[in-house]
């Protein structure tokens, strides 16, 4: 079956900086998303990675190991404001997405 | 990124009553949209898939003569749910997409349905 595997929740300080690993088993691989989601609210989007590497895009990064079917969201100069639920999703042969079950991230001031 | 807009975000039903949500793309055309369910703490789950102009494509234990999805075109897809059940109070969430020219789905705001 399809897997995605990422912790429950986290927490982590204002100013500092938080990882938020996931992996997965999927049927296929078309690329591996990452969105935040606020309690009571659709997702948004943060993050695309099809190829090996990391991309950074202001102060959020995220990486991806196709081979160890594993990829990290890295968050940095945390902001009180970044408390949210954060989605892993990967594209499969289909093109579906298949969701994580989120990672809850608490920041403490 | 492109605009979906879904209406309404909330609406309290009683139960037996059906309940219809809207979907649209604003700004592209969307040859694909998926309704999603979110019951709380829990992760979206895809119920159904819907390409224009065709049958949607229900995942395993979505009963589709209860939520009839219908996309006659390619900017709106419409979910009806059918004589509502207080178990069916979730929050349920459409994405758009267009395979050949976006990488990511863009999802609406999601509607807060209650039946009671």
């Known amino acids: 079956g399809q897997n995605i595997d990422q912790p429950t929740e986290m927490t982590a300080t204002e100013g500092a900086i938080v990882q938020i690993n996931c992996t997965y088993q999927t049927s296929g691989f078309n690329g591996l998303f990452w969105y935040q989601q606020h309690a009571g609210e659709a997702p948004t989007f943060l993050s695309y990675n099809v190829l090996d590497g990391l991309e950074e895009k202001g102060r959020f990064s995220s990486f991806l190991s196709r081979s160890k079917g594993y990829s990290y969201l890295l968050l940095k100069e945390l902001q009180m404001k970044d408390s949210a639920s954060y989605l892993c999703a990967v594209k499969d042969s289909n093109y579906q997405l298949i969701w994580g079950a989120g990672t809850k991230l608490i920041i403490k001031p | 990124g492109a605009v979906v807009s879904q209406h309404p975000s909330w609406v309290i039903c009683k139960s037996g009553t059906s309940v219809k949500i809207e979907c649209r793309s604003l700004?592209?055309?969307?040859?694909?949209m998926f309704w999603y369910r979110q019951f709380p703490k829990q992760s979206l789950m895809l119920m159904a898939t819907s390409n224009e102009g065709s049958k949607a494509t229900y995942e395993q234990g979505v009963e589709k003569d209860k939520f009839l999805i219908n996309h006659a075109s390619l900017t709106l897809s419409t979910l009806t749910v059918t004589s509502a059940h207080p178990e069916d109070s979730s929050f349920y969430i459409c994405s758009a997409a267009n395979p050949g020219y976006n990488t990511e789905a863009f999802f609406g705001q999601g509607t807060r349905l209650t039946v009671v």
């Open positions: 700004d592209f055309q969307a040859t694909t």
